[in-house]
């Protein structure tokens, strides 16, 4: 492909090696990121989409979790292969993170004023005058009334909006490419989680960058996203643009997401939820690991292993039911 | 904050009286006649009465408590029994003396503790953590006594490094103006008596500071070790900040304030506690003066000595929940 990507993950994997065994937290996930846009990774919790997010940080705790094995490409170059200096420097500075609870985020012992000022002067040679002014005009930039007195503010004296708010200011500092957004409104009150998607998307505009927003809310993707990885178990299960994921999603779990949405218009009734729990990735058995809980599972689904592939352009699916149907096809 | 200040030092007015009827009480409460446990079986029936009524030993008791309390307010906190020198004469040489060597002892605790507990939390299980707390484990556990003889006999008997006791040699000359020998030497620019000085500290402020030291580098390890699981130490990584400044500027500030109350109490604790290091290294501070003084049965010394420890250990409490704001923003005094 003669794309231009900002970012390529090519056969990721991450693990964590705990007493009771290996856990495969991120196993082989493969996508990529075009500058500007927003790409989406859903998925319930333990799914992986954090420790994706991690690794391209390389930020994964270790001891005990490890990337053991494939390449994330940034303009090129694999973030693998970076010494932990190189990686400091690409942190804050090209590739910045938010992340999930603005309460503990942020360091309570610190000035707002002295958090943001950080970043900029350790990328950026101003002097603290500079730093103070440009901080100044991020906090302006992120809609925080009256920026200069709240500058001298701990973070106990913001609200949770506000505090992810100086989040995003604080990661926009070096005007990144990339923003990767760790469930940034999962802790926030609903209307406040709206304002918060609003500012992303408003600021994405005016700066242009890309950014990853991972979350569990179907609802966030079709708010923001332009495509969307879903994950499941360490694997990404489906992978396609966000039209195509409400209008024709392919994988049983993906289904099962999607109904697991209250809708306005049909009648009340229950909503499904997906039965089941999902499996314990220190002991992941043969096959697919949603055949437990898919309602379509057929026997083969237990043995053999489902792979990525294309079945409608631009449509990346992981399920069998596919696999047998493009062989019956052929 | 001012407010809080001042509110603390008035809350100082109930320990102090607290503290000044229990030392009136002991020199009281000793069975039998007290002038004859001071002054000995030999005493003649004269100087027995002459003590009673210079300790007014004949009055009611609440009046005696009066008249000591309104001599504490003027200043005056005795006699010593032995010298007839006052109190607070013999206290003000010895006082120095106490303060320079726990100072010195908590300054090495702080620094060596401090940088080992920081070390061994950022390299969790590794041999340097293993070894430091192996070794604060020993810390905590040796007996004063027994380590400041094996360093006397260390450094002193065998190699001749050391000096084994007192503040200063024989025959070294030294202006004092503080009392602090080693501050005075430098402020009259004696370097010599500052070497010397030097020498004579090193090895009672090591003993009297391997317990704090020990007790320090635990509590920061543990203390660093559940900063750095914090969400914010994420943050700081992931802002592409230099490993020493996430260790020592956001994660050391958020741990420094259970280690904070641990030198407050410590250095409260050393004041007052330093009665073994000063009398196996001759060290001529408060500690040693007021073993002696119970040893000897001087209890108008032992009475005030008491009283102005106590006083130092509640001032030092107070500095160290004013440090607390410096440490931690939340913490609200009003």
Same mark, same amino acid.
């Given at each position: 492909m003669g794309e231009n990507f900002l970012l390529q993950v090519r056969d990721l994997h991450t693990q964590f090696v705990t007493q009771s065994g290996v856990v495969k937290a991120v196993d082989g996930v493969n996508f990529e990121v075009k500058p500007g846009e927003t790409l989406g990774i859903v998925g319930e919790s333990g799914s992986g989409k954090s420790m994706t997010a991690l690794s391209i940080m390389k930020l994964v705790p270790s001891p005990p979790g490890e990337i053991v094995k494939g390449?994330?490409?940034?303009?090129?170059?694999?973030? %693998?292969?970076?010494?932990? &200096?190189?990686?400091?420097?690409?942190? /804050?500075?090209? =590739?910045? +993170? *938010?992340?999930? @609870?603005?309460?503990?985020?942020?360091?309570?012992?610190?000035?707002?004023?002295?958090?943001?000022?950080?970043?900029?002067?350790?990328?950026?040679?101003?002097?603290?005058?500079?730093?103070?002014?440009?901080?100044?005009?991020?906090?302006?930039?992120?809609?925080?009334?009256?920026?200069?007195?709240?500058?001298?503010?701990?973070?106990?004296?913001?609200?949770?909006?506000?505090?992810?708010?100086?989040?995003?200011?604080?990661?926009?500092?070096?005007?990144?490419?990339?923003?990767?957004?760790?469930?940034?409104?999962?802790?926030?009150?609903?209307?406040?989680?709206?304002? %918060?998607?609003?500012?992303? &998307?408003?600021?994405?505009?005016?700066? /242009?960058?890309? =950014?990853? +927003? *991972?979350?569990? @809310?179907?609802?966030?993707?079709?708010?923001?996203?332009?495509?969307?990885?879903?994950?499941?178990?360490?694997?990404?299960?489906?992978?396609?643009?966000?039209?195509?994921?409400?209008?024709?999603?392919?994988?049983?779990?993906?289904?099962?997401?999607?109904?697991?949405?209250?809708?306005?218009e049909k009648e009340k009734k229950r909503l499904k939820a997906i039965s089941g729990h999902p499996p314990?990735?220190?002991?992941?058995?043969?096959?697919?690991?949603?055949?437990?809980?898919?309602?379509?599972?057929?026997?083969?689904?237990?043995?053999?292993?489902?792979h990525l592939q294309e079945v409608e352009p631009g449509h990346l699916v992981s399920c069998l039911l596919y696999e047998e149907e493009k062989v019956t096809l052929e | 904050m001012i407010?809080?200040?001042?509110?603390?030092?008035?809350?100082?007015?109930?320990?102090?009286?607290?503290?000044?009827?229990?030392?009136?009480?002991?020199?009281?409460?000793?069975?039998?006649?007290?002038?004859?446990?001071?002054?000995?079986?030999?005493?003649?029936?004269?100087?027995?009465?002459?003590?009673?009524?210079?300790?007014?030993?004949?009055?009611?008791?609440?009046?005696?408590?009066?008249?000591?309390?309104?001599?504490?307010i003027k200043g005056d906190l005795g006699k010593s029994i032995k010298s007839h020198d006052s109190v607070i004469k013999e206290i003000s040489t010895r006082l120095p003396a106490t303060i320079e060597l726990s100072l010195f002892a908590l300054i090495i605790a702080i620094v060596i503790g401090v940088l080992a507990g920081i070390i061994s939390a950022a390299k969790r299980s590794s041999w340097f953590d293993h070894l430091s707390m192996t070794g604060a484990l020993f810390g905590v556990s040796m007996p004063i006594f027994w380590l400041g003889l094996m360093m006397i006999w260390l450094f002193s008997v065998t190699l001749h490094w050391l000096p084994p006791s007192g503040r200063l040699s024989v025959g070294t000359h030294l202006q004092t103006i503080t009392n602090f020998y080693l501050v005075d030497s430098i402020l009259t620019g004696n370097w010599f008596a500052f070497k010397d000085s030097l020498a004579h500290i090193l090895m009672p402020g090591f003993a009297l500071g391997t317990i704090p030291m020990a007790i320090i580098a635990r509590m920061t390890r543990s203390s660093m070790l559940e900063v750095l699981n914090q969400d914010f130490i994420r943050t700081a990584n992931a802002k592409g900040l230099a490993k020493y400044l996430v260790i020592f500027k956001h994660a050391l500030k958020n741990a420094f304030l259970p280690v904070l109350t641990v030198i407050g109490f410590q250095f409260g604790f050393l004041l007052g506690g330093a009665v073994l290091t000063e009398t196996i290294f001759s060290w001529p501070g408060v500690g040693r003066y007021v073993y002696q003084s119970i040893l000897s049965r001087d209890y108008p010394v032992v009475q005030s000595t008491i009283l102005i420890i106590a006083v130092m250990f509640v001032l030092i409490n107070l500095i160290t929940d004013i440090l607390y704001k410096y440490f931690d923003p939340r913490i609200r005094y009003d």
């Open positions: 390449e994330i490409l940034y303009n090129g170059d694999d973030l %693998i292969k970076k010494t932990e &200096k190189q990686m400091r420097h690409i942190r /804050g500075n090209k =590739i910045s +993170m *938010i992340f999930q @609870d603005p309460m503990t985020s942020l360091n309570p012992v610190f000035t707002v004023g002295e958090q943001l000022t950080e970043t900029l002067r350790t990328h950026r040679n101003v002097s603290k005058r500079q730093a103070l002014e440009h901080a100044t005009e991020l906090l302006n930039l992120v809609g925080i009334p009256d920026p200069k007195a709240r500058l001298k503010n701990y973070p106990h004296e913001f609200s949770g909006g506000m505090r992810q708010r100086v989040m995003i200011a604080m990661a926009l500092a070096c005007d990144p490419e990339l923003l990767i957004a760790d469930e940034p409104t999962t802790a926030l009150d609903v209307t406040v989680q709206a304002q %918060i998607l609003e500012l992303l &998307k408003k600021l994405q505009k005016e700066l /242009g960058m890309a =950014i990853i +927003m *991972i979350t569990h @809310d179907l609802g966030v993707v079709a708010e923001i996203c332009d495509r969307v990885m879903v994950m499941y178990a360490g694997k990404q299960v489906e992978f396609t643009d966000r039209f195509r994921l409400f209008d024709v999603p392919k994988h049983p779990y993906t289904w099962g997401l999607l109904n697991s949405i209250p809708k306005m314990d990735l220190r002991h992941l058995r043969k096959g697919c690991p949603f055949a437990e809980r898919c309602p379509k599972a057929k026997a083969s689904c237990r043995i053999q292993a489902p | 407010n809080y200040i001042i509110r603390r030092l008035l809350l100082l007015i109930p320990v102090f009286i607290g503290v000044s009827i229990l030392a009136f009480a002991l020199l009281r409460l000793i069975p039998g006649d007290p002038a004859k446990s001071m002054l000995g079986n030999k005493a003649t029936e004269a100087q027995l009465q002459s003590l009673r009524a210079e300790l007014k030993l004949n009055d009611p008791l609440p009046v005696q408590y009066a008249s000591y309390m309104k001599d504490v």
